[in-house]
């Protein structure tokens, strides 16, 4: 396509030739994403603004495959031309994509953007996949559980979503003795996954909703995630304190700061980018 474009150059000057040459190159140079398609299985609201996307990767193993830890993210990009490819964390944990041959996502659909036209696709349409990149939460430095009784997570939006696949995944919160989420949102109509909440709390998760704009009847935490464990806070023994973070870019860093000033080691704080 790139060859195809460059054949009239030759009635351009010389200087601005060499430009779009140089640019052309550049571009071939760079974009080395192996790109896999892909067929929606299913788009559905999650909540209000966001989507659960689940995306057929069975006919392709190696990108199934590339998925192996909690956090971890790809890029997805349209069957339409000049649109950017978007950035997603992957919701559903790995063992999903093994046995059942699907990765799950949860978008959040902002105006004009690719995740909005993504939320806007049908079963069977069609999309592009890279391979999972990023490590992933790295739960080994926070292991083993008997050394770290004490996790704390926290997550705003969206950004439940890779959480989601930790909890799923498992990090031994049962052997645990105080594992709390902060999951924040602007209300209980903007919170995904309130259906999963008792399967969580079951594997050992303390689940703290905390809302910034709720209804007069929401008897639980207000305001926002990092106030709300301000007031808590509740760490015994910041040696065996391990925290995960995903969302809000200042949420992370307020509650990172809270965290450290109560002497949780930094490198015990855990994000997924």
């Not at 974009?31 to 996307?53: H, K, Q």
Request: with cysteine.
């Amino acid at each position: 396509m790139i060859l195809s474009k460059l054949k009239p150059l030759h009635h351009l000057s010389h200087h601005f030739r060499c430009r779009a040459l140089g640019v052309s190159a550049a571009a071939v140079r760079h974009d080395t994403t192996v790109w896999n398609p892909t067929r929606l299985i299913e788009v559905c609201p999650a909540a209000e603004s966001l989507f659960r996307i689940t995306i057929d990767v069975s006919q392709s193993p190696e990108l199934a495959a590339s998925y192996t830890t909690a956090g971890q993210y790809l890029q997805l990009r349209l069957q339409e031309p000049h649109i950017r490819p978007t950035l997603l964390a992957i919701s559903s944990p790995p063992s999903v994509a093994a046995s059942k041959g699907v990765f799950e996502f949860l978008v959040k659909s902002i105006a004009g953007s690719t995740a909005e036209l993504l939320c806007g696709l049908q079963k069977g349409d069609v999309v592009e996949l890279s391979a999972a990149m990023g490590k992933g939460f790295a739960i080994d430095q926070i292991s083993p559980p008997e050394k770290y009784q004490t996790v704390l997570i926290f997550a705003t939006g969206s950004g439940i979503s890779p959480i989601r696949s930790l909890i799923e995944t498992g990090f031994s919160a049962d052997k645990r003795t105080d594992v709390r989420l902060y999951y924040g949102a602007r209300n209980l109509n903007r919170m995904a996954y309130q259906e999963r909440f008792k399967e969580w709390e079951s594997s050992g998760v303390d689940i703290v909703p905390v809302l910034s704009h709720p209804d007069d009847s929401w008897k639980g935490e207000r305001g926002f995630v990092q106030t709300a464990f301000a007031r808590a806070k509740r760490i015994l023994s910041p040696r065996s304190t391990g925290a995960v973070l995903c969302g809000h870019k200042q949420m992370a860093e307020e509650v990172t700061c809270i965290l450290v000033s109560d002497g949780v080691a930094r490198e015990k704080i855990l994000k997924n980018i």
